[in-house]
Each structure stands twice: as C-alpha cells, then as structure tokens.
C-alpha cells in the first residue's frame, strides 16, 4: 500500500473549501505538503516560528493563483498551553473552523550518548517534539469533530537505537499518543481520521544538518512524499483510521506524478 500512495494524485479541487493547519510548514515536508494542499483547494494554516521563511512559502501559494494561506508564527519551544487555545479561537473565528491537522514540527540537537544528554536539550526536544503536540491536538480536536472531513497526520519517526536520546523517545511517545487519539475518536459520532507516515531519509534541512557525512543528492527530495499525505486529507481515505505508513528509503529519482514544474521544490 506504501508504495502505492507514492502516485497518488487527487482530483482537482479536492480539498476546495477546507482549512488545513500544517506545523513545520517554512520547509522540509511541511513546506512541499502545504503547497500540495493548497494546489488542490485547501486555505493552508502555516505555522512555523521565523516568519521570512513562512512568507516565502506564502508566496510561493499566492504566485500560483492557489487559496491565499494564513501565516500563524508561533514558537512551539516557548508557546503555552494558552497559546494554542488562542490558536484555536482564531482559527474558529477567522476561518470559520478546521478540517485537517498535519503534525510535522520536529526539532533535533544531534545525536549524542545518553548519559551526556543535557537537561535543557532533553526539555526542549520533548517540548517540541511531544508536549506541544499534546497541547496543539487537545486545543484542535473540538474544531476538526465538528468537520466531516476530520483528519490528523502525523509526520512519524521510528529511530528508538543508541544516540537517538529525547529525539527517539519523544517520537515513541507521539506514535503512542496517535494510537490513543485514534481510538478514542475512531467513533461515528466523533469520527476523526488520525494516521500516521514515517518518509524515510529526504533531502531536508533537518536531514542534512544531522548526517554531514551523508551526500544529500542521494536521498529523495521532500516533494517525493506529498501522495500519501494527500490521500489521508482527501475523502480517498475516508474511514481509515490507524494506518502507519513506513518507507524504509525512497528512491533518490523518484518524482511525484503530479508534480508541476511551478510546484517543483528548489
């Protein structure tokens, strides 16, 4: 099924009329998936903490002739519980609701022994990567069960081996986190979809800062990914719930069969 979600290209306008919250969206998968979602309809949330890199992907939407997009700077480091209630109301208020939830923000310091693993590294890494999920889902989840179109994705990452410290538990914890929220929302009177994919090694930022040795070049842009992000927000998936994507590597070459030469990532 991996594989085949790889091609997976929608019908034009698929997801017309739906407001979609995407963190990490400055760039890696977050930027390539928003201005998927954008393509093909959806009024994209941007959420990401430097505002330069958010309205480059803001332009990159608007020169497009696509929705115009909501840039929502926020620091998920520093935000506070406050903070994505607030989120919410806006959301609620200016956009008339929420149908789609991608949960991409991922953070790490580097790979380092357990035992020399410093407190505030190990704070920020879990409140990045697991806490302010918490906060953003719990904050969200009253908005996206009144939609009929409810999906939460989560950017997935199994890496529990030596080095891997915060980084590896808090991605166990988010996968934990997603089969309990699955669950307990996979129910007719509060259906939401909650699924989750792990990609694999790409051509990021994040993956280049973490393996210098490794050539780039050699891993999958992160445009290669978009199908399946695709097909758990679009009504193709619609009562499938639970799934867990996996791409042990995908190849190098691959190009999305819906890839435009405008959508192209750079």
């Not at 999920?133 to 719990?138: K, P, R």
């Not at 999305?256 to 750079?266: K, S």
Request: glycine residues 8%; charged residues 20%; proline residues 5%.
């Amino acid at each position: 099924m991996s594989e085949v979600l790889l091609n997976f290209v929608p019908q034009e306008n698929a997801l017309e009329e739906r407001v979609i919250l995407v963190t990490g969206a400055a760039g890696g998968i977050g930027r390539s998936v928003a201005k998927a979602y954008a393509r093909f309809g959806a009024t994209v949330v941007l959420l990401d903490k430097t505002i330069s890199e958010l309205e480059k992907v803001y332009d990159e939407i608007t020169d497009t002739g696509h929705p115009e997009p909501a840039i929502y700077p926020l620091d998920m480091a520093g935000a506070t519980a406050h903070d994505y209630v607030e989120m919410s109301k806006i959301l609620s208020e200016q956009l008339g609701g929420l149908d789609g939830l991608v949960l991409n923000a991922a953070w790490l310091p580097g790979f380092m022994p357990f035992e020399q693993y410093d407190l505030e590294s190990w704070q920020k890494v879990m409140t990045i990567n697991l806490n302010a999920n918490y906060l953003i889902v719990q904050a969200c989840l009253p908005l996206l069960k009144q939609s009929q179109h409810a999906s939460i994705i989560h950017s997935a990452h199994h890496l529990s081996r030596a080095y891997t410290g915060a980084f590896g538990i808090a991605k166990a914890g988010m996968a934990a986190m997603m089969d309990i929220v699955a669950d307990e929302y996979d129910n007719p009177e509060r259906f939401v979809r909650v699924n989750s994919i792990d990609s694999g090694p790409l051509n990021t930022q994040m993956r280049i800062t973490n393996y210098p040795g490794e050539e780039g070049k050699n891993n999958a842009s992160a445009d290669a990914v978009v199908g399946p992000y695709l097909y758990f927000m679009c009504d193709d998936s619609v009562g499938k719930t639970s799934e867990k994507i996996s791409f042990e590597k995908i190849d190098a070459s691959f190009v999305w069969p819906g890839t435009t030469p405008a959508a192209t990532t750079h």
